[in-house]
């Protein structure tokens, strides 16, 4: 079945240190998003990328980065740069210029301990 | 500014009776709108959409109504059903490059047995 896949689902990090989050999907998108979920607020837009090797700061980049090396695959790093990072992570995938809107993966919940 | 506002952080309702959630938009070139459900610890799930050039659109218990002149959509639930408790986002999509939603804040959703 083709889907969109996060992990892990939590995770924990100690204050200082980096960590990456994995996104993977084999629905053949070209696009592909992180958000991010604060408790009782909206999605803000970290990143994206609407092609491979290509990718574009969203409106809460600072403190994060990516990168896309593969259609499939669209990690997303958590610095130590990032001040409060503790939240909920959703990463999505598109087809560019479709309007069928995004597939959601399942999330990862980070936390800093 | 925040292009796409969903006013009413929370929603109650009496299970068997209407849920109305409400969406506005301040950007005219938006053409595709679209309603996602979200259940804690989830990523969201695709439910119901409309294009810009009709005004409402029908999936069983789901009706989206668009009403451009007013640049406001509403989703409305008929019977609500407590497994229809879930956060709701309505979203937008622009003729901006590539498939990029813009997300409203989403509505939290409550209906009681």
């Known amino acids: 079945d083709g889907g969109i896949t996060q992990s892990p689902k939590y995770l924990f990090r100690k204050e200082g240190q980096n960590v990456t989050l994995s996104c993977e999907q084999n629905?053949?998108?070209?696009?592909m998003y992180w958000y991010r979920q604060d408790p009782g607020q909206g999605l803000r837009l970290i990143y994206y990328?609407?092609?491979?090797?290509?990718?574009q700061k969203g409106d809460i980049a600072e403190g994060y980065s990516v990168s896309r090396e593969k259609k499939e695959s669209f990690p997303l790093t958590v610095t130590s740069a990032q001040k409060n990072p503790t939240a909920f992570y959703l990463c999505a995938s598109s087809i560019n210029g479709a309007g069928y809107g995004y597939t959601f993966g399942s999330g990862t919940r980070l936390t800093v301990v | 500014d925040q292009q796409v506002k969903q006013n009413s952080p929370s929603l109650s309702v009496q299970e068997g009776r209407i849920s109305i959630l409400n969406c506005d938009y301040t950007?005219?070139?938006?053409?595709?709108f679209l309603w996602y459900k979200k259940y804690p610890a989830e990523g969201p799930t695709f439910l119901i959409s409309i294009s810009s050039i009709k005004d409402k659109n029908e999936d069983g218990r789901f009706t989206v109504f668009l009403n451009k002149s007013a640049k406001h959509l509403s989703l409305h639930i008929v019977p609500s059903q407590p497994g229809d408790s879930a956060v709701y986002f309505c979203?937008?999509?622009?003729?901006?490059?590539?498939?990029?939603?813009?997300f409203g804040g989403g509505t939290r959703l409550m209906v009681k047995p």
């Open positions: 629905l053949n998108h070209d696009a």
């Open positions: 990328s609407q092609i491979v090797n290509d990718f």
């Open positions: 950007n005219s070139m938006f053409d595709y």
């Open positions: 979203a937008a999509r622009g003729d901006n490059a590539g498939n990029m939603l813009t």
